[in-house]
């Protein structure tokens, strides 16, 4: 086994969470901290204020994490270590337009750092919709809560949870109000998708084998499909979700940083700018789909009522906090292209969708065919071509279908996989995504964060597709039914290239 070339030492530090005990930091942020403890590797003095307008007290707070702990963790609670895990958790209530919040909060949190003997780092988690940021953190920049960038002394960290802004306008504000206050170096914004050990593995897969990079372009591979599919439907976030859709809930962060990742030129190095650079030039190379082209390239739907393991499921516009008239999409597939030599003519086919029949999210690489000369000199019968997936979830890992000899006196040819599952070539489970990222910001390793120059990008690429549509109306919102594989346009979308969507 080979060791990183950067290893990652995290600094003692305190986590301000703001929207402490909302359903993120219940789900996702406290367990994270929680795992990262039993594996040994938090930084062995550490705290978690938790602020919120509802009033907890510590005691109320360490009650709510253990049960969010014993209900959301994937490490049981362990009795041994929990004492000292316990009184780590503090929590000062306070509203986020009250300037007077802060000052509580600056109190607490200098108290906390003498008590426990904290050096003063502090990493405020902005678990709270963006229409609060602007005020959180300049209540933080008043009350003198955030110290400039500097390689010593204490620092000051901010992350900044999606939605970032509902288009390129609203991004910008969000990112100018969060800039005015932190250093760009500060500033570590999220995209839980680039936290996965499996969309980590990209990278490994393309620059740590000599077999696939002399192939990864043009001349080799014929298309990409990047699939996201999930079975539940919208779940309690109607309020948010009614705002957003699966274009920008989806597409404009997690499917457009897996398509970098596949997409990229080698970075030079592993440092956080030159592979955020590189990032960032793949969405710089997105042809745009703007006006009519929406029609052409883009299928968007909803879920209607449906029959899921033979109950029947009620539609999207039935669902709690939906508007029953919602012309809202949970479904969204998009043919683009990547305009830059290495993927010149390339198609890319995303689809991204709720309510859809199973949950499974994977990057499939469709490589050319072979000439039809040997084995494939049937043109009735072309043979299948060679697929690279990456699967991302639930399944993780990896499958390559390659043409085989069937046993016996003919020539005759199948396809079979050869499979790789991380699950059975590693002994060890793979962290939850939030466990690397909350990790890394201890670390101050911004590489798999998303910088705003990136952010801004995607919104400007996304904001021309929902300016098309919204010119051409809502005409093309098909329905499909819930517990189904998308709506039959997106279908059309691949099928008129003669290509079709891979069955999962
Ligand atoms: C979130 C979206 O960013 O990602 C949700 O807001 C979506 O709508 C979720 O369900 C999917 O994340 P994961 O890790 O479960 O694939």
Redesign the pocket.
């Given at each position: 086994m080979s060791e990183p070339t950067h290893p990652l030492v995290p600094q003692p530090c305190t986590l301000v969470i703001f929207g402490g005990s909302g359903d993120l930091a219940r789900r996702k942020l406290i367990p994270a901290v929680y795992n990262l403890l039993l594996d040994g590797i938090l930084p062995p003095n550490y705290a978690i204020l938790g602020n919120g307008r509802t009033p907890l007290s510590d005691a109320d707070f360490r009650q709510t994490a253990r049960e969010a702990i014993a209900k959301y963790s994937r490490q049981k609670i362990s009795e041994k270590v929990w004492p000292d895990f316990e009184r780590r958790l503090f929590f000062v209530a306070g509203s986020l337009q009250d300037p007077k919040a802060y000052k509580a909060l600056r109190q607490r949190l200098e108290q906390i750092e003498t008590d426990l003997k904290l050096p003063g780092n502090r990493i405020f988690y902005l678990a709270i919709p963006p229409t609060s940021i602007a005020d959180a953190v300049e209540g933080l920049r008043s009350a003198g809560l955030v110290q400039p960038p500097s390689s010593e002394g204490p620092f000051s960290r901010v992350i900044v949870e999606?939605p970032i802004g509902r288009d390129l306008d609203s991004a910008r504000k969000i990112n100018e109000a969060v800039s005015r206050v932190f250093d760009e170096s500060q500033i570590f914004r999220i995209d839980?998708?680039l936290g996965k050990e499996t969309v980590q593995n990209l990278l490994v897969l393309r620059f740590a084998n000599s077999i696939f990079e002399p192939i990864w372009n043009y001349k080799f591979i014929d298309h990409v499909q990047i699939t996201?599919a999930?079975a539940?439907g919208v779940g309690t976030?109607a309020t948010y979700y009614e705002e957003a859709g699966a274009l920008r809930?989806?597409v404009q962060?997690?499917i457009l940083q897996l398509l970098c990742l596949v997409a990229m030129e080698p970075p030079h190095s592993l440092d956080a700018d030159v592979v955020r650079n590189a990032r960032m030039e793949v969405l710089r190379c997105l042809r745009l789909i703007t006006g009519k082209d929406v029609e052409k390239y883009t299928v968007r739907a909803q879920y209607g009522p449906g029959k899921v393991k033979g109950a029947d499921v009620p539609g999207y516009r039935r669902e709690p906090g939906v508007k029953p008239d919602s012309t809202i999409e949970t479904y969204v597939a998009i043919k683009l292209f990547v305009e830059n030599w290495r993927w010149s003519g390339v198609p890319w086919y995303l689809r991204t969708g709720k309510g859809l029949a199973k949950r499974a999210?994977e990057i499939a690489v469709f490589f050319k065919p072979i000439p039809q000369i040997l084995f494939n000199a049937n043109p009735e019968a072309p043979l299948d071509p060679n697929i690279l997936v990456m699967k991302i979830?639930p399944e993780e890992g990896l499958t390559l279908r390659i043409i085989c000899k069937v046993p016996g006196t003919k020539a005759k040819t199948n396809p079979v996989e050869l499979h790789f599952l991380y699950g059975e070539a590693f002994a060890v489970p793979s962290p939850e995504?939030y466990e690397r990222l909350l990790l890394d910001v201890m670390a101050g390793d911004a590489s798999l964060f998303m910088r705003r120059d990136a952010v801004e990008a995607s919104w400007a690429w996304i904001t021309g597709i929902l300016e098309g549509w919204d010119t051409f109306g809502t005409k093309w919102l098909p329905e499909y039914p819930v517990g189904s594989w998308g709506p039959v346009e997106a279908n059309r979308l691949i099928e008129s290239d003669g290509r079709a969507w891979r069955t999962l």
């Open positions: 999606k839980h998708y996201v999930e539940e976030r809930d989806m962060n997690h999210s979830q995504a």
